[in-house]
């Protein structure tokens, strides 16, 4: 897809906000205001799947220790267990 250039004027706020989100979420500010615009049009379903694959990268490592001490399975109940 080709790309326009698009210049807007914010407040120094508004710009360091988006810095600081785009920082956290490890993405430019240019992707950071382009996955916005498309939320507010809404390609929303792309934006989630993206976000989620985010997501499960920055807490792959806490996943992979769960999974790790998940050595027993659960134990089934039966009626006799609730009394």
Do not use: C, H, W
Request: net charge negative.
């Amino acid at each position: 897809m080709a790309k326009t250039q698009l210049n807007v004027r914010v407040d120094e706020g508004t710009a360091r906000a988006a810095r600081e989100r785009a920082l956290a979420r490890g993405m430019s500010v240019n992707r950071y205001i382009e996955e916005l615009v498309r939320q507010d049009t809404g390609e929303v379903g792309r934006t989630f799947v993206e976000a989620a694959a985010d997501f499960m990268k920055s807490y792959e490592a806490v996943f992979a220790e769960e999974s790790a001490g998940a050595g027993t399975p659960p134990r089934a109940t039966t009626g006799e267990d609730r009394r």
